[in-house]
Antibody, heavy 119, light 110 residues
Framework: QVQLVQSGAEVKKPGASVKVSCKASGYTFISYFIHWVRQAPGQGLEYMGI????????NYAQKFQGRVTMTRDTSTSTVNMELSSLSSDDTAVYYC????????????WGQGTLVTVSS | QSALTQPASVSGSPGQSITISCTGT?????????VSWYQHNPGKAPKLMIYEGSKRPSGVSNRFSGSKSGNTASLTISGLQAEDEADYYCCSYAVSNTYVFGTGTKVTVL
């Protein structure tokens, strides 16, 4: 069955970076884009960006450009999302989600990873 | 890209129908027929309920339906059930190859 399994919770200090991983299984890894979405406490869902696991190309939401990097490892069917220069505003649950190329919806989601930024 | 506008909360009694609106602009909802809707329960992953504005994935109850008019998309839940209580988010593809979510609506079953 399709699964997106994310790495565990993280606690980081302001100014640090965090890397969250999303390991895919149960489908052809390179056939689906992976998106990242986050939800801060008490807030709504916020779109961060996309990576095409086949070509490795990315597109980031303007808000996160310069601070987010998405990479993939096709040998392990894993996508990583690294966010730098963390502040308390980045405290959130981060989700990965897959999209069959150019279908414009997310049919499977990871379980979410809580990132807490605190001094 | 500003978030799509949804009502903060909608409520209804069991068996009733409710509709959640999702208002965007000509750069997102109005431009593309690809609005999707997600049900989100605290601590769980969001679940796809509607895609391409009105299509239901396999396994989603036919009590859920979607539509769009101009810059506003809507999700209707008919025959409201206690299990429908959750947060609901719309999402649209937008210009510049990005996506935008709605502000979210908390559905309460009275």
């Amino acid at each position: 069955q399709v699964q997106l399994v994310q790495s565990g919770a993280e606690v980081k200090k302001p100014g640090a970076s965090v890397k969250v991983s999303c390991k895919a299984s149960g489908y052809t890894f390179i056939s689906y884009f992976i998106h990242w979405v986050r939800q801060a406490p008490g807030q709504g869902l916020e779109y961060m960006g996309i990576i095409n696991p086949s070509a490795g190309n990315t597109n980031y939401a303007q808000k996160f450009q310069g601070r987010v990097t998405m990479t993939r490892d096709t040998s392990t069917s894993t996508v990583n999302m690294e966010l730098s220069s963390l502040s308390s505003d980045d405290t959130a649950v981060y989700y990965c989600a897959r999209e069959l190329e150019r279908t414009f919806y997310f049919d499977y989601w990871g379980q979410g990873t809580l990132v807490t930024v605190s001094s | 890209q500003s978030a799509l506008t949804q009502p903060a909360s909608v409520s209804g009694s069991p068996g009733q129908s409710i509709t959640i609106s999702c208002t965007g602009t000509s750069s997102d909802v109005g431009r593309y027929n690809v609005v999707s809707w997600y049900q989100h329960n605290p601590g769980k992953a969001p679940k796809l309920m509607i895609y391409e504005g009105s299509k239901r994935p396999s396994g989603v109850s036919n009590r859920f339906s979607g539509s769009k008019s101009g810059n506003t998309a809507s999700l209707t839940i008919s025959g409201l059930q206690a299990e429908d209580e959750a947060d609901y988010y719309c999402c649209s593809y937008a210009v510049s190859n990005t996506y935008v979510f709605g502000t979210g609506t908390k559905v309460t079953v009275l």
